[in-house]
């Protein structure tokens, strides 16, 4: 029997990578998730930054990253010199200063075509997951394994669930936008 409730777990896997996704997307504020999952070479490794430091916010356009071993710190560096981020780093010795340039209007206007490409991705993502289940409920109907009603009432709460989880999208969507685009 088909449980349109056994999909839950599938539809807020789409949300959850959306929010990481979101996450990196710099807005006028400076925001550790900017950097923390950044791969850094260390102990002959590959680690994320967020593992080997201390990220913190010291004012509202630089971060302080502080890495617990302080041999590393040149590497650490390195790779944030090598990121998209268009911020300044400056080796204070025992720790790095990321500061965030302001957003000009076109690089504002770039991130929320970022954005707005993200936010379908994870829209035709919850639509496939939704003609997956679909194509489930119309084979278990035509095998006999449900009834014509109840394959109504399953395409009916499953176009419910789906519409609800684009609003989740839309509405994230819509805060990320206004982070982006205020100044």
Do not use: C
Not at 66 to 83: F, G
Not at 130 to 153: H, P, Q, V, Y
């Amino acid at each position: 029997m088909i449980n349109i409730d056994d999909y839950k777990e599938s539809f807020e896997k789409n949300l959850e990578h959306l929010k990481k996704e979101l996450a990196v997307i710099r807005t006028g504020r400076a925001s550790p998730s900017l950097v923390e999952n950044i791969l850094i070479e260390a102990y002959n490794t590959k680690m994320p930054l967020k593992q080997l430091s201390i990220i913190t916010v010291t004012e509202a356009k630089s971060l302080v990253i502080q890495p617990w071993d302080k041999t590393i710190i040149k590497e650490i560096e390195k790779q944030l010199a090598q990121t998209n981020l268009e911020a300044t780093v400056r080796n204070e010795g025992n720790l790095l200063r990321v500061i965030m340039p302001p957003l000009t209007e076109e690089n504002r206007k770039n991130l929320v075509k970022i954005l707005n490409q993200k936010l379908e991705n994870t829209r035709i993502a919850i639509r496939g997951l939704r003609d997956e289940i679909r194509g489930k409920i119309l084979t278990a109907e035509k095998n006999k394994e449900i009834s014509e009603d109840e394959k109504f009432r399953l395409l009916e709460k499953l176009d419910t669930a789906t519409k609800s989880y684009i609003n989740k999208v839309e509405e994230l969507g819509e805060k990320k936008k206004e982070e982006i685009l205020t100044i």
